[in-house]
């Protein structure tokens, strides 16, 4: 029998981690200047990007049944959705700094 458990939301983590009331009362300036002085942040997008953007879509995943330690399964699913993906995250990383 599986132990019962509480998933939040994405959604429901967001609103813990934002301050959505603070973000509403930004003026676009006030946006357009804290992505500016960001120097992380990615470029703004507007129009004439969207007219040259292209969707790429990713290659589709292959079912595959893989034996791991209980104990690395047990902390990737301890970081929340989507461990499957992270996992992938890793071998893909691992596997481009063989590629050299």
């Known amino acids: ?3 019962n ?3 939040k939301q994405s959604s429901e983590l967001a609103v813990e981690r934002s301050d ?3 973000v509403d009362r930004q003026t676009d300036e006030q946006i357009h200047r804290a ?4 120097p992380d942040a990615a470029p703004e997008v507007d ?5 040259t953007a292209r969707v790429v879509m990713p290659e589709p995943k292959q079912a595959v049944s893989l034996r791991l330690d209980r ?3 047990k902390w990737f699913k ?3 959705p989507g461990y499957q993906t992270r996992i992938n995250a890793v071998l893909r ?3 481009n700094s063989r590629r050299g």
């Open 1 to 3: 029998m599986k132990p």
């Open 5 to 7: 458990r509480t998933i």
């Open 20 to 22: 959505w009331h603070r």
């Open 35 to 38: 992505i500016q002085s960001d």
């Open 47 to 51: 129009a004439a990007w969207f007219k």
């Open 71 to 73: 104990d690395v399964v």
């Open 78 to 80: 301890k970081q929340g």
């Open 93 to 95: 990383t691992y596997v």
